[in-house]
């Protein structure tokens, strides 16, 4: 197994606990921590309280959307500095714009195969920790 340059903060906004818990699984097998959020408000709070590396992003959830808190964070630049977006959603293709203009350049289709989010976890670690693979 790879080694992992450093332990990235992980956060998971996803209403469907199966969801969660499958992301908050495959994030830690890959020697990362994560934490969870059921909806938008929940991500705010945690995004306010704690700094992450990734946030794993559903789109479409109950009192406030994943787009939503992509524009909270880009209202202020500080909140979002070093931080990956990664949004993941069933309904990607048609909000694909409005996501650019927000400055969301990865997408996860739902549904997605253990070994796309495998392999997405390991692009964004080595993106964050600088591309330090060879």
């Not at 959830?61 to 909140?79: I, K």
């Amino acid at each position: 197994m790879g080694e992992v340059s450093r332990q990235l903060r992980f956060l998971v906004a996803d209403d469907t606990e199966d969801m969660r818990n499958l992301m908050v699984r495959m994030v830690e097998r890959a020697g990362h921590t994560a934490e969870e959020a059921a909806d938008g408000v929940e991500a705010i709070v945690a995004l306010s309280m704690h700094r992450y590396d990734v946030v794993l992003l559903d789109l479409s959830m109950p009192r406030m959307s994943g787009e939503d808190v992509v524009r909270w964070l880009n209202a202020d630049p500080q909140r979002a500095e070093g931080l990956r977006i990664v949004v993941v959603t069933a309904w990607g293709g048609e909000r694909r714009g409005t996501l650019q203009e927000l400055g969301v350049t990865t997408v996860l289709a739902k549904p997605f195969r253990l070994q796309q989010l495998t392999d997405l976890i390991a692009d964004v670690t080595g993106e964050v920790t600088a591309g330090d693979r060879t």
